[in-house]
T-cell receptor
Framework: GAVVSQHPSRVICKSGTSVKIECRSL??????MFWYRQFPKQSLMLMAT?????????EQGVEKDKFLINHASLTLSTLTVTSAHPEDSSFYIC?????????????FGDGTRLSIL | GENVEQHPSTLSVQEGDSAVIKCTYS??????FPWYKQELGKGPQLIID?????GEKKDQRIAVTLNKTAKHFSLHITETQPEDSAVYFC????????????FGQGTELSVKP
């Protein structure tokens, strides 16, 4: 149980392209999903908290107009990297927390490796 | 805000030996401490977690201990196997404040056959 699916797993695109990443909870409902960014050999850095039916909460230093988050249902959150540039290249990972409450564990997807040429 | 320090950054053990990874946290209000295993190119996988009302938890070869007074917690892996090789992350959160995870820097564990 507690499976989180992330799609696509890999994206290679030209500078200036916008890229959408999907995060789905397959066997549970998630009021809250989280988006992280991870550079090689580094830890996970929280970018934003995605709440179903409301606006996302962004961490300090993360541009909300650059990283658009939509959480339209209890099983799907999307992250759109708008007008991506080479410095946006990274490993983006989502996690989801069961609707039962804030004391539930976060379960992670397998990440999306974004490469901007 | 919360800060989590994790040590060591790399750990190499022989198959069958034990491995211990330690983390300290700064916010005494943190009440949930999960450990994740991340294999190359994949997302983190929850392997064990502990809440602040418990001092120790065990699941087969994996155990976690928590010392709230000293604000540190540790992961213990016994009888290590080559498939235990991965990067391990500790994290801390306060689910009374939204449950955001603050991660440690990670430990790259290598188990040599």
């Amino acid at each position: 149980g507690a499976v989180v699916s992330q799609h696509p797993s890999r994206v290679i695109c030209k500078s200036g392209t916008s890229v959408k990443i999907e995060c789905r909870s397959l066997d549970f409902q998630a009021t809250t999903m989280f988006w992280y960014r991870q550079f090689p050999k580094q830890s996970l850095m929280l970018m934003a908290t995605s709440n179903e039916g409301s606006k996302a909460t962004y961490e300090q230093g993360v541009e909300k107009d650059k990283f658009l988050i939509n959480h339209a249902s209890l099983t799907l959150s999307t992250l759109t990297v708008t007008s991506a540039h080479p410095e946006d290249s990274s490993f983006y990972i989502c996690s989801a927390r069961d609707i039962e409450g804030v004391n539930q564990p976060q379960h992670f997807g397998d990440g999306t490796r974004l490469s901007i040429l | 805000g919360e800060n989590v320090e994790q040590h060591p950054s790399t750990l190499s053990v022989q198959e069958g030996d034990s491995a211990v990874i330690k983390c300290t946290y700064s916010d005494s209000a943190s009440n949930y401490f999960p450990w994740y295993k991340q294999e190359l190119g994949k997302g983190p996988q929850l392997i064990i977690d502990i809440r602040s009302n418990v001092g120790e938890k065990k699941d087969q070869r994996i155990a976690v201990t928590l010392n709230k007074t000293a604000k540190h917690f540790s992961l213990h892996i016994t009888e290590t196997q080559p498939e235990d090789s991965a990067v391990y992350f500790c994290a801390a959160s306060n689910y009374n404040q939204g449950g955001k995870l603050i991660f440690g820097q990670g430990t790259e564990l290598s188990v040599k056959p």
